[in-house]
């Protein structure tokens, strides 16, 4: 990467720190439509690897308000989710990725403003954990499916346990992407490229939180990423 596309990158996984801190979501899908077209290679396994740190602070600052009972039906789903993306990873080839990236980018816009609510119960926990763990492993966007069964719970409830499903589940997923050569050494590497960014804005996060947390920015976050999700999408077929 240039200099100036270091900056940016930095830039952008800033911003989706203090979006993910805040509110619970939005690392991945306000960051993967910007890193797909600026370098591709920090999706999925680098911006995986390094919200896997984010979560750890995450879940241990608000560990108070993890839904305990919640998350071995989440996770059950997730590993049947990571199991999907890893046999559909293993036989794509490398200029269809793009691709469905960006339509999973869409799928996650379109999942998050559609204002479907569902209570968390072992069936829907398993669905969307399902869901979550294939968009997750293949295009780092597992946020949104899961994110659907807590949007009208307190921000601390959804952060919390959002960020407990995500710690299991990203682990789960880089796991995954080592055994069909999508995480290596290379994705490492980068993975540290995003860090100084993360870490400011976790930082933020935790002093904007009772600003952004009040659904303004879901909008915003909404607007920005289906745009550039479409403009990902078309870049590929046309």
Known sequence: MTPTELLLVTLIA???TVLQGSIGFGLGVFAVPFFLLIEPA???GPILA????LTVFMTHHERHAIQLADLKWAIAGRVLGIGAAMAVLARLPA??????????II???ALTASGLHLRPNPASLISAGTLSGFMGTAASIGGP???LLYQRESGAR???TLAAYFLIGTTLSLIGLHFVDRFGMREVVLAGVLIPGSAVGYVLARRLAPILDRGY???AVLTVSGVMGAVVLLRQLL
Not at 98 to 104: C, E, I, R
């Open 14 to 16: 800033l911003v989706g």
């Open 42 to 44: 920090l999706v999925p």
């Open 50 to 53: 390094t919200s896997v740190l």
């Open 95 to 104: 200029e269809r990725l793009s691709s469905l990236k960006g339509g999973l």
């Open 107 to 109: 799928l996650g816009v």
């Open 145 to 147: 499916a899961i994110a």
């Open 158 to 160: 959804v952060r919390s």
């Open 217 to 219: 920015t879901r909008i």
